[in-house]
């Protein structure tokens, strides 16, 4: 189940970048459509999810809107802003919010050629946060008890095979 599970996700999270990326050119605007996609497909399934054959199931209430943000802010979020950290801490300077906080190779404002410097310890600091971001996101998917996660004990889900799924209705 694990390994289904995290194929799901990688899948999603590879069909958000191949479709945002070309769109945003902007890490933290995929991560923000990663986080929408999983809230808005919840409720049904993801492309990940379908594929593997996994649904996402809550209580007899169903999902909602409260234990669909908790566990896309877990499952989402967190790691992809961990991963936003991290290229940030790497100095990858590209994108525009880097830019605006002035961390782009030489740029040119008014005319006149300015070199920024070198970020140093804001830099290893972002690094360290996105790499504590990124391990306790892979430490909590980890923990898997029977169909749940820690992120599904804190949001009220379940992932289950989707045969199960079916056979429960």
């Known amino acids: 189940m694990l390994v289904r599970r995290l194929l799901a996700r990688l899948l999603d999270w590879l069909l958000v970048l191949v479709v945002a990326w070309p769109l945003v050119?902007?890490?933290?605007?995929?991560v923000l459509c990663a986080a929408v996609y999983?809230?808005?497909l919840l409720r049904l399934n993801t492309l990940g999810k379908v594929l593997t054959g996994l649904r996402v199931v809550g209580p007899a209430s169903g999902l909602n809107l409260r234990r669909a943000l908790t566990r896309t802010l877990i499952t989402t979020a967190l790691p992809g802003a961990g991963a936003v950290l991290v290229l940030t801490g790497l100095g990858w300077r590209e994108p525009a919010l880097m830019a605006g906080l002035g961390w782009q190779q030489p740029w040119v404002v008014i005319g006149e050629h300015v070199a920024v410097g070198s970020p140093g310890?804001?830099?290893s600091l972002l690094?360290?946060?996105g790499f504590v971001l990124l391990v306790l996101s892979a430490v909590e998917s980890l923990d898997l008890r029977g169909t749940r996660t820690w992120h599904d004990r804190k949001a009220g889900t379940a992932v289950v095979r989707l045969k199960v799924a079916q056979s429960q209705r």
């Open 38 to 40: 999983d809230a808005l």
């Open 121 to 123: 310890w804001l830099a």
């Open 127 to 129: 690094l360290v946060g």
């Open 25 to 30: 050119h902007e890490p933290v605007l995929v």
